[in-house]
């Protein structure tokens, strides 16, 4: 049997095909081919960097004393968005939406410290804003933009309306203009408060902003400290989880009387002056008028209330401050909080300008 024959390949096929080979699998190609991974994962590190600036939605942290102010405020910044382009190379229409979350400051801040993806923070009280600050999760410095202060609530004939007409009527305390026109209801200065007077508001259920975290509950506690109240009515008072929540205590009836940011009572009712010592005040809504456009929903109709003229220690100051992540509108949206049309916005609902 013969041996077997060797097959000598040409040397110029032979080149060929190490040719061939050297061209598909030299490391210069799989470098290439592996650099469009590297520049695709590249573009995905970028993309993600920058994914608050490319959100859809601008996001508030928001006081809940805004809480009836932030319907009108917020339509008035996006018609002034929508007449004032504030960059010419972008359209109105592509402005991002802006999403509003409400609670008590000292919990929205709790919030913020543990990452809560917001551009905005609207606080009732500087020492949260600061308790960012120095956590290093602002940008920038923090503006204040409102004050506000507390009033009375109450059902109209109720105990508690007739508490506040015997004994916080301008008849029997000192009624007081606001020191500017940023509220235009009349204020009460705070009455020493006979001994009928205290014993007849112990026998009602009152209802504050938890002053753990709510700066108006802060402020509601330092004024009934004030009045030599708190110690007494602090183991019948409810604690709402935020201002608007104690306001809704006695909207619902669960409490008697409240006392809470007079920014959460509608602007037609602080249209009508507060309490003025009658049944029949322009202040009290009663139950046989009917809704309008124009009118407060049905819930506020037979609503008594008595603005108190905040102490040093009671004002509540509100600032707002931009988070680190926060994306180029909600620069735009800091700014309109200092124009004029958003200032006349506040003051039409009981807030007073810093």
């Known amino acids: 049997m013969t041996g077997a024959k060797s097959i000598s390949m040409p040397r110029s096929a032979g080149q060929s095909i190490a040719g061939y080979c050297d061209t598909r699998y030299q490391p210069r190609k799989r470098w290439e081919s592996g650099s469009v991974i590297h520049c695709l994962t590249l573009c995905l590190f970028v993309l993600l960097s920058f994914a608050p600036a490319l959100s859809a939605d601008t996001k508030l942290a928001v006081s809940s004393s805004l809480r009836q ?26 402005q991002k939406s802006i999403k509003a979350s409400f609670g008590s400051s000292g919990n929205l801040m709790r919030q913020l410290m543990q990452g809560a993806p917001f551009d905005i923070f609207l606080s009732a009280a500087p020492i949260y804003v600061e308790k960012l600050q120095q956590q290093g999760l602002t940008q920038g410095a923090a503006i204040e933009f409102a004050s506000g202060q507390l009033t009375w609530v109450a059902r109209h004939d109720s105990l508690a309306d007739e508490w506040l007409q015997t004994y916080l009527s301008p008849a029997d305390a000192t009624a007081t203009q606001t020191q500017d026109t940023s509220s235009p209801a009349t204020a009460l200065s705070l009455p020493q408060l006979s001994a009928d007077a205290v014993s007849s508001l112990q026998k009602l259920k009152i209802a504050i902003a938890n002053p753990r975290h709510a700066p108006y509950g802060i402020a509601a506690k330092d004024m009934l400290t004030a009045l030599g109240l708190y110690e007494n009515l602090k183991p019948g008072l409810l604690l709402g989880e935020n201002a608007a929540q104690a306001m809704q205590f006695v909207l619902a009836g669960g409490a008697d009387l409240a006392l809470v ?27 046989e008028q009917s809704p309008t456009d124009s009118a407060p929903g049905r819930q506020w109709r037979g609503i008594r209330f008595s603005p108190v003229e905040p102490l040093t220690t009671t004002a509540v100051r509100h600032h707002a401050v931009l988070l680190k992540s926060a994306s180029t509108d909600a620069r735009y949206f800091m700014d309109y909080l200092t124009l004029p049309r958003a200032q006349n916005t506040f003051k039409r609902h009981g807030f007073r300008l810093p």
């Open 261 to 287: 940011p007079l920014s959460l009572l509608p602007p037609q009712l602080l249209a009508a002056g507060g309490n003025r010592g009658s049944q029949n005040s322009a202040s009290t809504i009663t139950a």
């Open 69 to 94: 102010v932030w319907p009108e405020l917020l339509e008035d910044y996006l018609a002034y968005l929508k007449s004032t382009p504030i960059n010419s190379s972008e359209s109105t229409s592509e």
